[in-house]
């Protein structure tokens, strides 16, 4: 039986739900319980897991305002300064998707100082197991096994929302927030002064610090940085779940936590229901993989005759067909994004469609997707069933007296996983 604890020994906030499950996966590998709720938990809903070391908020700000965030943002972070952990980590994803009016991370850098009463956040978005590097302050991704600059990225550099120009984190950043950008750079973590160059930042008036990261050794100097940050008061940091990474190298050296538990994959289901609102060539790729694997496959645009689509879907999930519902494949095919109001739109109806089918499994694909249509569900919280693919675990959805309790799921990012992805998540592979 796992102890029971009145404080988690971390918090976090993820700006959309999709990097929200990939923290979720990071911490269930180590042995570290976790819940992730969907909106801002009551006491009751505390009370239910009370035994979990982690807690997590899946949000929305990715895609959001500044405006937005100003009237949104200091109350999750008060809500997240009630539950006492030391570390109180604001997620963001490792391409660091963001822009002066959209997603704004330094906006949120900045209510996260003010809420959590700091001068300086650390800024850690390194995600080596996830093909993510920085490198004196530059982001690197990896795409089909080669590693680019995050500006000449193939997927990112043309992402429809936010595509991305500048590769120097200090300066995206900047653009974003007037406050000084410092940065721990891959040199001073060679010569063993990653602790002075952070203190020498936050002298200087560094309201964020960047950290380089190209390898778990690195990785796990960070986490030990911002514990010793973290010893006399809550903590504000930033970052990918490379920032988790490096934290829980030093809570099981420091005896905090078991050692990682063996997992299994988990068991194959007869039917998946995929629902896309990515317009990444990746996913674009997953669904004609999909198509070639025995999915049947349509098309969603706000005009589409519904109903009709949806018969046709039935139909084929009744004789035991896996299906995937799509808005675009690839950014050559989105017209436009559609944006909150339509991801909402697909959320109600794979509402609609799990109760009417019984299906039991679903994917859903696109952060923004995700995070508007996993909403229109009901559940009110996460658990970690099983790994999959890093980045995109398979979840348990939990809502008391709803039918949709103990929904599979998962939630896949735009650039995550492989071609044959789906007929995985289906097979449990």
């Given at each position: 039986m796992e102890p029971q604890c009145t404080k988690p020994l971390y918090a976090y906030y993820g700006d959309d739900f999709t990097g929200s499950t990939d923290v979720l996966e990071r911490l269930a590998l180590d042995g570290l319980s976790t819940a992730l709720f969907t909106q801002l938990p009551e006491e009751g809903d505390l009370a239910a897991f009370a035994h979990c070391r982690a807690i997590g908020i899946a949000g929305e700000s990715r895609s959001q305002s500044p405006a937005w965030m100003d009237e949104n943002l200091p109350g999750i972070f008060s809500r997240m300064r009630t539950l006492g952990a030391a570390i109180n980590h604001y997620k963001v994803c490792s391409t660091f998707d963001s822009a002066p009016q959209v997603g704004s991370i330094g906006r949120a850098i900045e209510l996260g100082l003010r809420a959590f009463q700091r001068d300086s956040a650390p800024v850690i978005v390194g995600a080596p197991h996830l093909g993510r590097w920085v490198v004196f302050g530059n982001l690197f991704a990896a795409d089909r096994g080669t590693v680019y600059?995050?500006?000449?990225?193939?997927?990112?550099r043309q992402h429809p929302v936010t595509p991305t120009n500048e590769a120097d984190l200090r300066k995206h950043l900047g653009r974003q927030t007037k406050l000084r950008i410092g940065l721990v750079d891959l040199a001073a973590f060679q010569a063993g002064r990653a602790a002075e160059q952070l203190q020498a930042e936050i002298a200087a008036g560094a309201g964020a610090v960047v950290f380089d990261g190209v390898d778990e050794a690195m990785l796990a100097e960070s986490g030990r940085l911002l514990l010793e940050l973290a010893r006399r008061?809550?903590?504000?940091?930033?970052?990918?779940?490379?920032?988790?990474?490096?934290?829980?190298?030093?809570?099981?050296?420091?005896?905090?936590?078991?050692?990682?538990?063996?997992?299994?994959?988990?068991?194959?289901?007869?039917?998946?229901?995929?629902?896309?609102?990515?317009?990444?060539?990746?996913?674009?790729?997953?669904?004609?993989q999909a198509k070639q694997q025995g999915f049947a496959a349509w098309?969603?645009?706000?005009?589409a005759p519904w109903d009709k689509v949806r018969q046709s879907v039935e139909d084929a999930l009744s004789k035991g067909q896996s299906v995937v519902l799509y808005t675009a494949l690839g950014p050559q095919s989105a017209a436009r994004s559609y944006g909150e109001e339509f991801s909402s739109v697909l959320g109600e109806r794979l509402r609609n469609l799990l109760l009417r089918t019984g299906v039991r499994r679903v994917l859903i694909a696109?952060?923004?997707?995700?995070?508007?249509?996993?909403?229109?569900?009901?559940?009110?919280?996460?658990?970690?069933?099983?790994?999959?693919?890093?980045?995109?675990?398979?979840c348990k959805g939990h809502a008391h007296d709803s039918p949709l309790d103990g929904l599979?799921?998962?939630?896949?990012?735009?650039?995550?996983?492989?071609?044959?992805?789906?007929?995985?998540?289906?097979?449990?592979?």
């Open positions: 600059r995050i500006d000449r990225h193939p997927n990112m008061r809550p903590l504000f940091a930033v970052g990918s779940s490379g920032l988790t990474y490096g934290l829980l190298r030093h809570w099981r050296s420091a005896g905090l936590i078991d050692e990682a538990p063996t997992l299994a994959p988990p068991p194959p289901v007869d039917r998946l229901l995929v629902m896309s609102g990515s317009c990444s060539p990746v996913t674009a790729r997953q669904i004609r098309r969603l645009h706000p005009g696109g952060g923004d997707t995700s995070t508007h249509a996993v909403k229109q569900l009901g559940l009110k919280a996460l658990t970690f069933a099983a790994p999959l693919t890093p980045g995109a675990p398979l599979e799921l998962v939630l896949k990012g735009g650039q995550i996983g492989p071609e044959d992805f789906f007929a995985r998540v289906r097979d449990g592979q």
